[in-house]
């Protein structure tokens, strides 16, 4: 027998580390499972270093377009388009510079409508939005700033997602596109009722549990109805899309346009205020590894 | 020693993943740069280093993917046993071999993970077959990708001094 085991010693381990994951998954695929210790020590060790790595990434492409208009500059071959090379540059970084001051003050004004309301800024700095896993952005504000799971992240356009899991000094944000995520939301013009669910897809929801019989129509907007226990009542969530209603049934069928392009998310507001014991929280992140 | 490397670089190459995302397109298209790691286990490691190494670099996928426990980790190894196997009976050669590999590899990731999570998942949050796109999207990108990653994963292995050479031109 132990000469077997011997002889066949590599097939083993091999067949042990292929079966023993799969066991795994379908013990957890149908329930939320919590962080264990060797995760939150890598989360914790990934942050800075993701940090660090877009710190990088960002001085390397910030001077390589500005060593492309140098250049450019060059090519001309005469100080006034020298000259005028920097200034474009100049304003473009203006620009670029007055952009973010509009998407800040549009944060602001968010923030100012709501006083009762508590919000904390934060950048992102990664981005996650393979399809086969968690729709996540990852932002550089975590549980030493007083972040926890489920608290609401929002920008001016409407909801992005709420908080998934938290490290040290950064959180990743679970999007409200993922298909985890379903957010009770009511028609604007009508108060009708319905959920949001999302596909895996940056570009589309889906429109759950509306009945037939209500008044909505294509381009309604969806926002949060506050009965969810997670986002507050009156955030946009999206627009009503190729609505469909079938001779039977009781719910109506139809799509929904994100109020907020996961895509092109540089800033977000984290509403800190009114949050909820985490564990008391339905499981929407079904299939998720994480809290 | 060199599946702890190979755990490390993945974390490396995930957490640069993320932060090229969040610069390049925002993530409307993604790109898997783990697929070539677990490629070029297959093609330069040994059985019980290659496959051990192949469960890390798993782990850390469902680390940042998101993904249910062990799902990812069950398809690295299953992914690093069939370019193992392919390796095996037909010759893989240069850049171009070992991206299409990679390519493939990376669609064999996702897919079993979108079937799997099919199988397994809650009904309502189960994945639809409709992201078909975005997962071939991700494969050729992979491609595209995957000669760099294969310059780093070299220099760790020259660093490591544990290249078998003559695997993998």
Request: aromatic share 4%; hydrophobic share 50%.
């Amino acid at each position: 027998m132990l000469a077997l085991l011997k002889r066949y010693r590599e097939l083993i381990l091999v067949a042990v580390l292929l079966l023993l994951p799969l066991a795994v998954f379908f013990a957890h695929a149908k329930r939320p499972a919590e962080l264990s210790r060797v995760d939150r020590l890598l989360l914790v060790g990934t942050a800075p270093l993701e940090k660090v790595v877009a710190a990088v990434v960002t001085g390397t492409l910030e001077a390589w377009r500005g060593y492309v208009a140098l250049r450019g500059s060059h090519q001309r071959a005469s100080a006034l388009s020298r000259e005028n090379g920097m200034l474009r540059l100049e304003a473009q970084e203006l620009q670029q510079e007055r952009a973010e001051n509009d998407r800040l003050r549009r944060l602001l004004s968010l923030a100012e409508s709501e006083p009762r309301r508590a919000y904390m800024g934060a950048r992102v700095i990664g981005v996650g939005l393979a399809p086969a896993g968690l729709q996540l952005l990852t932002i550089d504000k975590g549980a030493d700033d007083g972040l926890v799971r489920a608290m609401p992240v929002v920008v001016a356009d409407g909801v992005v997602g709420r908080i998934h899991a938290t490290a040290g000094q950064s959180a990743e944000v679970l999007l409200a596109v993922d298909r985890n995520s379903s957010i009770a939301v009511r028609v604007e013009r009508t108060r009708a009722r319905a959920n949001v669910r999302g596909l895996g897809r940056p570009d589309q929801c889906r429109l759950d549990y509306a009945l037939r019989s209500e008044d909505v129509i294509e381009g309604d907007l969806l926002v949060t109805s506050g009965t969810d226990a997670t986002f507050p009542p009156g955030l946009p969530v999206g627009r009503a899309t190729r609505l469909q209603r079938a001779a039977h049934g009781l719910f109506l069928e139809g799509m929904v346009v994100p109020a907020v392009d996961p895509t092109r998310l540089e800033e977000v507001l984290i509403i800190t205020s009114g949050a909820r014991d985490p564990s008391l929280l339905p499981a929407a992140a079904g299939p998720g590894p994480r809290p | 020693m060199k599946p702890l490397a190979h755990v490390a670089l993945a974390l490396l190459l995930a957490t640069l993943q993320a932060v090229l995302a969040r610069h390049l397109g925002g993530g409307a298209v993604t790109a898997c740069l783990l697929a070539p790691s677990l490629i070029h286990l297959a093609l330069t490691a040994g059985n019980v280093d290659g496959a051990v190494g192949a469960a890390g670099v798993g782990y850390v996928l469902d680390l940042t993917w998101g993904t249910p426990k062990g799902l990812m980790t069950f398809l690295a190894v299953a992914v690093f046993l069939a370019a193992r196997l392919l390796g095996a009976g037909v010759d893989v050669r240069g850049r171009l071999g070992f991206a299409l590999l990679s390519a493939a590899g990376a669609l064999g990731l996702s897919i079993g993970a979108v079937a799997l999570q099919r199988v397994a998942a809650l009904p309502e949050a189960q994945p639809g077959w409709g992201l078909w796109l975005r997962l071939l999207v991700e494969a050729l990108l992979t491609g595209l990708a995957a000669p760099l990653v294969l310059l780093a994963l070299r220099r760790l292995d020259a660093l490591l001094g544990a290249e078998e050479s003559d695997l993998i031109a």
